[in-house]
C-alpha cells in the first residue's frame, strides 16, 4: 500500500481554491439551521448548486452533466463537502439507485433521466425495507401484480430516508409469492407522485427525518421496472454491494472504512472537546488540558476512531458504528454535563456539538443494515464460517 503524499497540481490546487469558495458562497448558516430543523439530509438549494457544476456526479464527461474531474480533483471535492457538513443523504441514495439503473433499467427511460439526475433535479430514495422485515430485505412482502402493461402495488415501507425530497423510489416488491425467498422479488423505480403514495414522517433520536411509505393501488408502468421479474434480488446486489461498502475504487484515494462517514460527528466532538480542555480550568486553578488522565482518555478515543477509519469494508463500517457509540459516551463521561447541552443551550459546548454526536452515533447501528447484519456478513464471507442457524429459522424447501 502507498502511504506517499499526494501531491497536488497547479490545476488541482486551483480546482481546491473554486471549489471553497463555492461552497463559501452556497453553504450558509441558513443550510446548517434547516438541517438541524429538518433532518432531511438534503438542501434542494446546495443540490442544485452542485449539479449545475456537475459536482454531484463528477467523474461523468461535461457533455453528461458531470464535470470531467480527475480521480485527485474528485477526492479534493469529496472531502470539502464533508469539511463544510453539507447535507449528502438524499445525494448518496441518488448515487446509490443510478448504479443499478444504468445496469437494469429501460435504455430509454434511464436516458431521459441521467441529465436530470445529473442537474439536480430528479433524486431517487430507497424502498426496501418492509415494517416487519427489518435489515432482511429479501423478506420484502410489498406485492405487485400484474395488470397488462402495467403493475399494481399494495403494501409499505420503513425507513425511506428521502422520499419527501425525491421524485422516485427504487423499490422490492413481491412478485411471486410461492417462489423461494430471494426468487420472487421484482424490483422498480416508482414515481413518487402516484395516485396511492402516501409519505408520513417519522424522526429519530439522532435529530434526522426518514420516512414510512404507504403504497394502495398504485400503478407504475411496466416501462418503470428495473431487471427481470422475479429477478430483483440480482439487480439489487449492485447497490447493495455499494451500500454495504463494496464497489471502491482501489486507487487509495477512498475510505478504506465502510463506514467512514459515521464518524465525522464524533470526529467534530473529539475537537471540541480538546479546544474545551485548553480554556476550561479545575478548582484548582490547573487548566483540564493539563491533566493526564484527561489525555489519557482522550487519546484512547483518538486511537480508536483513528482505528476505524483504516479498517477495511464491512467491519471498518461496523468499527466506526461500535467505536463511535462506546466511544462518544466516554467522552460525556470524560468532559461532564456541559457535554450533555444541546444546540442553543446555555453554555452548550461548541453549540452543542458532543450533544448531537452522541444521538448520530446511536442511529449509525443501523445505516445499510444493522451491526448484527454485518456481523454476520463478516463471519460469512470474510472469515469463511457456516450460516448460523437459529431453532425456529425458516428454511426453504425446493
Given at each position: 500500500m502507498d502511504f506517499s503524499t499526494v501531491h497536488l497540481t497547479p490545476e488541482q490546487e486551483q480546482f481546491q481554491r473554486e471549489v471553497r469558495t463555492v461552497l463559501d458562497e452556497i453553504v450558509t448558516?441558513?443550510?446548517?439551521?434547516?438541517?438541524?430543523?429538518?433532518?432531511?439530509?438534503?438542501h434542494e438549494g446546495v443540490h442544485l448548486a452542485l449539479g449545475s457544476r456537475g459536482w454531484l456526479f463528477p467523474a461523468w464527461p461535461v457533455e453528461e452533466g458531470g464535470a470531467g474531474l480527475d480521480r485527485?480533483?474528485?477526492?479534493?471535492?469529496?472531502?470539502?463537502?464533508?469539511?463544510?457538513?453539507?447535507?449528502?443523504?438524499?445525494?448518496?441514495?441518488?448515487?446509490?439507485v443510478w448504479s443499478g439503473l444504468q445496469l437494469s433499467a429501460d435504455p430509454e427511460l434511464a436516458a431521459e433521466l441521467k441529465p436530470e439526475v445529473a442537474a439536480g433535479r430528479v433524486r431517487f430514495c430507497l424502498g426496501y425495507s418492509d415494517p416487519e422485515g427489518g435489515s432482511d430485505i429479501a423478506a420484502a412482502t410489498l406485492r405487485a401484480v400484474r395488470d397488462g402493461d402495467e403493475w399494481v402495488l399494495n403494501g409499505s415501507k420503513l425507513w425511506t430516508t428521502g422520499a419527501h425530497n425525491c421524485q422516485y423510489t427504487f423499490l422490492i416488491t413481491r412478485t411471486d409469492p410461492e417462489a423461494p425467498k430471494h426468487k420472487g422479488l421484482t424490483m422498480f423505480l416508482v414515481p413518487l407522485d402516484s395516485p396511492g403514495v402516501e409519505i408520513q414522517a417519522i424522526h429519530t433520536y439522532g435529530g434526522e427525518r426518514t420516512n414510512a411509505v404507504y403504497y394502495t393501488d398504485v400503478h407504475v408502468s411496466d416501462r418503470h421496472r428495473v431487471g427481470d421479474v422475479n429477478a430483483g434480488w440480482a439487480t439489487l446486489q449492485g447497490p447493495l454491494s455499494n451500500e454495504h461498502g463494496g464497489g471502491r475504487i482501489a486507487d487509495g484515494l477512498e475510505d478504506l472504512a465502510g463506514g467512514a462517514t459515521y464518524t465525522q460527528s464524533f470526529d467534530r466532538a473529539i475537537d471540541a472537546a480538546a479546544r474545551w480542555a485548553k480554556r476550561t480550568t479545575r478548582p484548582d486553578g490547573t487548566l483540564v488540558a493539563d491533566d493526564p488522565v484527561f489525555l489519557d482518555r482522550l487519546g484512547a478515543l483518538i486511537v480508536s476512531t483513528e482505528a476505524s477509519r483504516v479498517t477495511h469494508g464491512p467491519m471498518g463500517r461496523n468499527k466506526a458504528s461500535l467505536s463511535s457509540i462506546a466511544g462518544v459516551a466516554e467522552l460525556i463521561d470524560l468532559v461532564g454535563p456541559e457535554a450533555l447541552l444541546a444546540h442553543g443551550a446555555d453554555g452548550a459546548i461548541e453549540d452543542g456539538v458532543i450533544e448531537f454526536a452522541h444521538r448520530w452515533a446511536q442511529g449509525t447501528a443501523t445505516y445499510g443494515g444493522t451491526t448484527e447484519v454485518f456481523k454476520g456478513m463478516i463471519a460469512q464471507?470474510?472469515?469463511?464460517?457456516?450460516?448460523?442457524?437459529?431453532?425456529g429459522s425458516k428454511q426453504w424447501v425446493r
Open positions: 448558516e441558513e443550510v446548517h439551521e434547516h438541517e438541524r430543523r429538518t433532518g432531511d439530509g438534503f485527485v480533483s474528485q477526492r479534493i471535492l469529496s472531502l470539502e463537502l464533508a469539511r463544510r457538513q453539507v447535507p449528502g443523504v438524499t445525494h448518496g441514495t441518488t448515487r446509490l464471507h470474510v472469515l469463511g464460517l457456516p450460516r448460523l442457524t437459529l431453532p
